[in-house]
């Protein structure tokens, strides 16, 4: 089963970092472009940054985060973080990865849009808190 998995939320203070962790067991991440989305109670699911697939050296964030987060591949782990710095209150969301349904894409998109992005993860938790 294709299945994507998310680690490494939690709770923090403002001005922290957190890295969250993507990885697949049954298919190879580095064919496909990878998008990193959040939703916060109330507020629908919102772009916060992507990457191309290998084919590419293509990143992509939303203006709230440029600056702050990092988008990266780790292909001998399967993995793609998201690095978050100096994280803010506001930042506090369910944080999702997903997998864009077309390989070998140059470029990707922010907007979560499943059609596109066909492969999930089930969450984790990001609260920033002082």
């Known amino acids: 089963q294709l299945q994507l998995v998310e680690s490494g939320g939690g709770l923090v203070q403002p001005g922290e970092s957190l890295r969250l962790s993507c990885t697949a067991s049954?298919?190879?991440?580095?064919?496909?472009?990878i998008g990193w989305f959040r939703q916060a109670p109330g507020k629908e699911r919102e772009g916060v940054s992507c990457?191309?697939?290998?084919?590419?050296?293509?990143?992509h964030y939303a203006d709230s985060v440029k600056g702050r987060f990092t988008v990266y591949r780790d292909s001998a782990k399967n993995t793609v973080y998201l690095q978050m710095s100096s994280l803010k209150p506001e930042d506090s969301a369910v944080y999702y990865c997903?997998?864009?349904?077309?390989?070998?894409?140059?470029?990707?998109?922010?907007?979560?849009?499943?059609?596109?992005?066909?492969?999930w993860g089930q969450g984790t938790q990001v609260a920033v808190s002082s």
């Open positions: 990457i191309s697939s290998t084919s590419g050296i293509f990143t």
């Open positions: 049954a298919f190879n991440l580095d064919r496909y472009a």
């Open positions: 997903a997998s864009d349904r077309i390989e070998y894409l140059t470029l990707c998109t922010l907007s979560p849009d499943k059609e596109r992005y066909d492969i």
